[in-house]
C-alpha cells in the first residue's frame, strides 16, 4: 500500500518561494512517475508538474517558468518548489504518483496559503 | 491551458443511474486515451476510479463506468448509492506532454 505525505510551510509571503516535499512509503520511489496537483479555494484541480525516478520532468505549460519538480531517490523524497508566489498560489497541494497517463496514489493534501 | 469543461451538479435518486461529461479537444481528450476519472471526498484522498477511459482499479465497484466520444469523454454511475456523494474530476493527457483536469463535477444522491 502506497502511502503519500505532503509536508511544509502553510504560509509563504507574497514574492517569496513555496517548498514542499512529499514521503513515499509502501514501495520504491522508482516504481512511478510523481507528480503535484493543487486546488485553489473553490477552484478545480491543476497538475502543476511531474518527475521520474531518474529525474525526466514535465511541466504544465502555464506554471514552467516559475515551478521546479526534484526528486531523492535514497530518502525516497521529491519536492515542489514555486517561485515568485502571489494569492493566486494559494491552495492545497497534493502530491500524487502513478503510471501510464494515471495517478493511482494520492496524499491527503496540504493547504498553502500565499499572504503577507 | 483551459480546463475541460464538466457539468457544476449531478443528482440522481438512490438506484438511478447517472452520466458526467467531460469535454475538451483535439489536442487532449480527442487525440489519447489517457482519460481518467477521480473521486474526490471531504478529508479524503482524491481515489482514481477509471483510467485509460474505461479502465476499473482492482477495487472499484463495477457500477463505474467510462466511455469517449470524440472530444467529449463520460463518467457512469449506474445503482446511484449515497457514498457516491463526492466530486468527481476527468483529466487528460495532451499534446503538450502535459495534463489537463475538468471543472469537477458534484454529485448530489437525493
Known amino acids: 500500500q502506497v502511502q503519500l505525505q505532503e509536508s511544509g510551510p502553510g504560509l509563504v509571503k507574497p514574492s517569496g518561494t513555496l517548498s514542499l516535499s512529499c514521503a513515499v512509503s509502501g514501495d520504491s520511489i522508482s516504481a512511478y512517475w510523481w507528480s503535484w496537483v493543487r486546488q485553489p479555494p473553490g477552484e478545480g484541480l491543476e497538475w502543476i508538474g511531474e518527475i521520474s525516478h531518474s529525474g525526466s520532468s514535465n511541466y504544465n505549460p502555464s506554471l514552467r517558468s516559475r515551478v521546479s519538480v526534484s526528486i531523492d531517490n535514497f530518502k525516497n523524497l521529491f519536492f515542489l518548489t514555486v517561485n515568485s508566489v502571489t494569492a493566486a498560489d494559494t491552495a492545497i497541494y497534493y502530491c500524487?504518483?502513478?503510471?501510464?497517463?494515471?495517478?493511482?496514489?494520492w496524499g491527503l493534501g496540504t493547504l498553502v496559503t500565499v499572504s503577507s | 491551458q483551459p480546463a475541460l469543461t464538466q457539468p457544476a451538479s449531478v443528482s440522481g435518486s438512490p438506484g438511478q443511474s447517472i452520466t458526467i461529461s467531460c469535454s475538451g479537444t483535439s489536442s487532449d481528450i480527442g487525440g489519447y486515451n489517457y482519460v481518467s476519472w477521480y473521486q474526490r471526498q471531504p478529508g479524503k484522498a482524491p481515489k482514481l476510479i477509471l483510467s485509460?477511459?474505461?479502465n476499473r482499479p482492482s477495487g472499484v465497484s463495477s457500477r463505474f463506468s467510462g466511455s469517449k466520444s470524440g472530444n467529449t469523454a463520460s463518467l457512469t454511475i449506474s445503482g446511484l448509492q449515497a457514498d457516491d456523494e463526492a466530486d468527481y474530476y476527468c483529466s487528460s493527457y495532451t499534446s503538450s506532454a502535459s495534463y489537463v483536469f475538468g471543472s469537477g463535477t458534484t454529485v448530489t444522491v437525493l
Open positions: 500524487a504518483g502513478g503510471n501510464f497517463w494515471t495517478w493511482n496514489h
Open positions: 485509460h477511459i474505461s
